[in-house]
Structure formats: C-alpha cells, structure tokens
C-alpha cells in the first residue's frame, strides 16, 4: 500500500525530527506531509533539512512539508493532507500527532488492520491492551465517558472515537465529504468516524499506548471539548430524534 502519514504542526520543533525519523524507522516506504501553520519557532525550516536527507521514493519527497500562512486549525490541516493524498494516489492516509504522544512504532498496526479489510483503522486507548499510563484517573475517566457519550448518542460502539492516531482507506475517504467536516479536534475525529460508518464503512480498534507529551505545549483548550459535546448532542438529535418525526 501507498501510505501518507499527515502530521499537523504548529511550534513542534522539539518533536519533529525525532517522530520523522521514528516514523521512518518504522515504515520506511510511508510518505509524510508535515502540514505546518507558519510556525513562529522553526518547525517547517527543520522539517526540511530533515527531508533532504530521507530523500524520495515514487517521484515524491518521502517527507513534504506544506506552509500554510497562519495558524488554521487541525480539522483543516488533516483536510488540506487528504486533498494531497488523494490528488497523488495514495491508498491509506494516516493521521497523527506530531509530538509523540501517538508511538510511530504502532503504525504498522494500524495499516495492517487496513490491509486486512478496514475503512479506517483507530488507534484504540480503551480496548483490552490499549493504555494511557500517563493520565490521571479522573482525565481518564472523563476521556472515557466522553467517548461512551458519543458511542451512545450517534449509536455505534466505538471505543474510542476522540483518538487522532488512525488510517483511513483512500477509498473511504473519497466517499465521506471530508470537504464538509468544519469541526476542530475531538469533533473532527468523531464526525469523520460518523461519516464512516454512515456511508457502510467498516471500522477496527487496534490497542495503542498513549503517553502525554515530554517537550513543548500543549495546543488542545477546554472549547474543543465543549465543540464537541455540542456538535455530538445536535447529530444525536438531528440524526435519532428529528428523522423519527419526520
């Protein structure tokens, strides 16, 4: 398979050529596309010279790096990675933090479940194997119910929907609107697992450990939770209430 691994960036650049060259190591042949938001610390600069030297494979840098003006989002960051993907054929597109929380080590996982007949594959923390060692037991259980939330209003039985370690079968991608998607963070990944299973896809969990990030700051807020909640509970109502009156 065709693999291109998205890596969103903004100030990463104490991370970012040590997950290029873990994610090397553990799928050689993958493609990355660093999608970075203008960076003010040097990330993309660095991005580059870490480029030049994994060099290219099938006419493509094995790592591209996109510079877009200013600071826009995750969900339109991993948009912007799907349109590239699609436009130069890749078969699976992955998505992933840049700041190694997500272990590029378990990639090979995650496009062995695609390999084996998954839509989107989910790097899972809350199925047999799957981990968070670093957190807190009341942010676990607050990750947990959120998930277990959103599992029972849109009615599937996704473990962990909010995760942002995943591969999604170009296919798929192509069939679900992706355009459309407009949320952020755990929005995004919860609509575009939504959108997946609507339009007959098939979803697997594989077990990931998940580890807090060791250096730089954190970019999530306390708004892309309540987004999410908000937009979880309208689908629940636009999706099972309102068709049951219509």
Sequence with gaps: MKVLVVLPTYDEVANIEEVLRRLHAAVPDAHVLVVDDSSPDGTADLAEKVAKELGSEDGLRLVEVMRRPSKSGLGSAYREGFRYGLINGFDVMVEMDSDLSHD???????????????????????????????????????????????????????ADSTSGFRAYRSSALAVVDFHAVRADGYGFQIEMAYRVIATGGIIQEVPIAFVDRIRGTSKMSGWIVVEALVLVTWWGIRDRVLKVFR
């Design 104 to 158: 590029p080590a378990a990639l090979p996982s995650l496009l062995q479940a695609v390999d084996d007949g998954a839509d989107l594959s989910i790097g899972s923390r809350y199925i047999p194997g799957g981990s968070i060692p670093d957190w807190s037991w009341h942010r676990r259980a607050l990750s947990r119910w959120g998930n277990r939330y959103a599992g029972f209003v849109l009615g599937n039985d996704i």
